[in-house]
């Protein structure tokens, strides 16, 4: 398997947030294939790594980005037989978007520019969202005769309801900032200067805060959309009796009784 060059996607860790960068300004950061897996890969190292705590995928230029780049993927063996499309969607943007809907702590997205396709649902996927008054999100897929991919149709409900999220996807029509803050598609807009000190702030909070019980949180919160009433609960009850195995759990107790600020250490 190849990589994307380190150029392509810029990664750092600062005061325990794992920093994700796409870096293709040229092509409005259209994700490639490699960089696709580069992704996936920093999701999961950050999600094994104790030292990371909080999670900001953003992008450079004006794009977040554009959608997939589907040169240099694999080139598909012969001819195409049923099947393969499914394969490929499955491997292909349904991992890039498992990756952060499963990831173990908090992810924001700083959405610097353009969302669109895959780059809309990449942003959405996330658990917080600042944007940039310049940005704007578009459901471009049915301006290519093409169904929405990347867990589109499972997100858009979620956070617009079914009437808005086929309004969205029925016409393609770009979503600028505002209007997508009202829609509750973002949590946050600040002006495009402001967006990378917004979320880093964001994101050391949520790096200072108790790692597991965001964890558990964020698995609840996903988990409950998709349950009932029953499931929901008992979900609830064996994630509370897990949390109180933690340390963190312990300090936010210790630290009521004694009236003092919790010091959380992500454990």
Same mark, same amino acid.
């Given at each position: 398997?190849?990589?994307?060059?380190?150029?392509?996607?810029?990664?750092?860790?600062?005061?325990?947030?794992?920093?994700?960068?796409?870096?293709?300004?040229?092509?409005?950061?259209?994700?490639?294939?490699?960089?696709?897996?580069?992704?996936?890969?920093?999701?999961?190292?950050?999600?094994?790594?104790?030292?990371?705590?909080?999670?900001?995928?953003?992008?450079?230029?004006?794009?977040?980005?554009?959608?997939?780049?589907?040169?240099?993927?694999? %080139?598909?063996?012969?001819?195409?037989?049923?099947?393969?499309?499914?394969?490929?969607?499955?491997?292909?943007?349904?991992?890039?978007?498992?990756?952060?809907?499963?990831?173990?702590? =908090?992810?924001?997205?700083?959405?610097?520019?353009?969302?669109?396709?895959?780059?809309?649902?990449?942003?959405?996927?996330?658990?917080?969202?600042?944007?940039?008054?310049?940005?704007?999100?578009?459901?471009?897929?049915?301006?290519?005769?093409?169904?929405?991919?990347?867990?589109?149709?499972?997100?858009? =409900?979620?956070? @617009?309801?079914?009437?808005?999220?086929?309004?969205?996807?029925?016409?393609?029509?770009?979503? =600028?900032? %505002?209007?997508?803050?009202?829609?509750?598609?973002?949590?946050? @807009?600040?002006?495009?200067?402001?967006?990378?000190?917004? %979320?880093?702030?964001? %994101?050391?909070?949520?790096?200072?805060? =108790?790692?597991?019980?965001?964890?558990?949180?964020?698995?609840?919160?996903?988990?409950?959309?998709?349950?009932?009433?029953?499931?929901?609960?008992?979900?609830?009850?064996?994630?509370?009796?897990?949390?109180?195995?933690?340390?963190?759990?312990?300090?936010?107790?210790?630290?009521?009784?004694?009236?003092?600020?919790?010091?959380?250490?992500?454990?």
């Amino acid at each position: 398997m190849t990589s994307a060059p380190a150029e392509e996607v810029l990664h750092r860790i600062e005061s325990g947030v794992s920093w994700i960068t796409l870096n293709r300004p040229q092509a409005m950061n259209a994700v490639t294939w490699d960089q696709r897996e580069r992704v996936i890969g920093l999701l999961a190292e950050a999600g094994a790594d104790p030292g990371v705590r909080a999670v900001v995928v953003t992008a450079t230029g004006k794009g977040f980005c554009a959608g997939a780049d589907l040169r240099g993927a694999p %080139a598909a063996p012969g001819e195409r037989v049923a099947g393969d499309v499914a394969r490929m969607i499955r491997l292909g943007a349904q991992r890039l978007i498992t990756a952060v809907l499963d990831c173990e702590k =908090p992810v924001l997205a700083a959405v610097n520019g353009t969302a669109a396709g895959i780059g809309a649902h990449l942003a959405l996927a996330c658990d917080l969202v600042i944007a940039a008054e310049s940005a704007r999100f578009i459901e471009v897929f049915v301006r290519r005769g093409l169904v929405p991919d990347g867990g589109g149709a499972y997100l858009l =409900p979620r956070l @617009v309801g079914p009437q808005k999220a086929k309004e969205l996807m029925f016409f393609g029509d770009a979503v =600028p900032a %505002a209007e997508a803050e009202r829609l509750g598609l973002v949590n946050r @807009v600040v002006p495009d200067a402001e967006l990378e000190a917004t %979320a880093r702030s964001w %994101a050391e909070r949520l790096a200072q805060g =108790p790692t597991r019980a965001l964890a558990l949180t964020k698995q609840l919160v996903n988990a409950s959309l998709d349950g009932g009433r029953a499931a929901a609960l008992a979900a609830e009850a064996t994630a509370q009796e897990i949390n109180m195995t933690t340390a963190d759990a312990n300090e936010g107790v210790a630290s009521f009784v004694e009236r003092r600020s919790p010091k959380y250490l992500g454990r």
